[in-house]
């Protein structure tokens, strides 16, 4: 039985081209600023971006770690959705490693967060109260089901920042996904933040690996950041060799990813029990809803699991289906049926 692995962009293998790059890269000392693949990467990613530097770090936890570590310090207060990866699935350790006191306000279904609740959340200057230091919002917003925050949003919550002289970080792990969903130069969705970071190892199939961007002087901070972190690598051209290959090659064909994911989302929707919604279903997230009350939404992705589905649930009565380039077409009609069985 073919296993069809929806739980994640993350399970993704590297390419063939993948591998035969890093058997074949040039590699030296990062720490120690020697590894030419290390350099290529940083270059490529900081040019693709528009911005004047980029960090290759381990993972999307460490590349917002260091970020937030390097705009603020403790004691100091983050602005961050209720449902951002940062506040829910990074074990708090902007609070645990930096001192960062985070501050959450609601995320909108389709990603945002409201710009007055931005503007409510941020503090005067009292002596009672941390200050405000950065606003975070992610693109594509994973607990929102992949939604994409498009540019003219994104511009009216760096002018707000930049009035009340704060920083804006973007946790950017599927910011392709989104630049591609919106038909739009990744450089327009990262603009009006002083801090970006994305993932290497999602979508774009590489195995390890995320960059961080900004101006010279903030990536030279978040580089001592890193070190403190651990996070300093050595030969490590081996694996931004894959990174290389991911944003040559596997850019464009995310909108193959979108589509099988609005297919998915459609016949889900009609399977009795499910509830998705096709038109919030933008990237490649499918986030449905389970409505039967007799099947918790574990019980379901364990009946799944055992017919070769593989999903993850969300939290309440969600579940979560990721759709990556080692899923066809097929996988999707295939998919569908098994779900639909169970489901009867
Ligand atoms: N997300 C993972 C899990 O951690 C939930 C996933 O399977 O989607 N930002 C966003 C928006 C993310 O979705 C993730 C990973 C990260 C950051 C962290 O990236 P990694 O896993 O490389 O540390």
New binding site residues.
């Given amino acids: 039985m073919r296993i069809i692995d929806l739980r994640?962009d993350?399970v993704t293998r590297p390419t063939p081209a993948m591998r035969a790059a890093m058997a074949a890269a040039e590699v030296g000392d990062d720490v120690l600023g020697d590894d030419p693949t290390v350099q290529q990467l940083e270059a490529i990613a900081a040019a693709r971006l528009g911005k004047e530097a980029a960090l290759f770090v381990a993972?999307?936890?460490?590349g917002?770690l260091v970020a937030l570590l390097t705009h603020g310090g403790r004691g100091d207060e983050i602005i961050v959705g209720d449902q951002a990866?940062i506040f829910y699935?990074e074990q708090g350790s902007a609070a645990v490693v930096g001192g960062l006191h985070p501050r959450t306000v609601p995320n909108q279904p389709d990603g945002t967060l409201d710009l007055n609740h931005i503007e409510a959340a941020i503090r005067g200057d009292d002596v009672h109260f941390p200050r405000t230091r950065l606003i975070c919002l992610?693109n594509t917003h994973?607990r929102c089901g992949g939604a994409v925050l498009d540019p003219a949003y994104l511009q009216a919550v760096g002018a707000l920042a930049r009035s009340y002289n704060l920083k804006l970080h973007v946790?950017g792990?599927?910011l392709f996904n989104a630049a591609v969903a919106l038909g739009v130069d990744v450089k327009e969705l990262a603009a009006d933040a002083d801090s970006v970071s994305f993932?290497l190892?999602k979508g774009l199939a590489a195995p390890i690996g995320?960059l961080l961007c900004g101006s010279r002087p903030f990536i030279q901070q978040a580089r001592r950041n890193r070190k403190l972190l651990g996070g300093g690598m050595r030969q490590v051209g081996v694996i931004a060799a894959a990174g290389i290959i991911a944003l040559e090659q596997m850019v464009e064909r995310l909108a193959e990813d979108h589509d099988h994911a609005q297919r998915l989302a459609v016949g889900l929707n009609q399977i009795p029990g499910l509830q998705a919604d096709p038109a919030r279903t933008r990237t490649n997230i499918v986030m449905f809803e389970l409505v039967r009350p007799d099947l918790t939404p574990a019980q379901l992705a364990a009946a799944l699991d055992a017919v070769g589905v593989r999903l993850f649930p969300a939290g309440g009565r969600r579940l979560r289906a990721v759709t990556h380039y080692e899923i066809s077409a097929n996988d999707i009609g295939e998919a569908l049926q098994r779900i639909a069985r169970v489901m009867a």
């Fill in positions: 994640s993350t993972s999307g936890h460490m917002n990866h699935y992610e994973n946790d792990a599927r993932c190892s995320s």
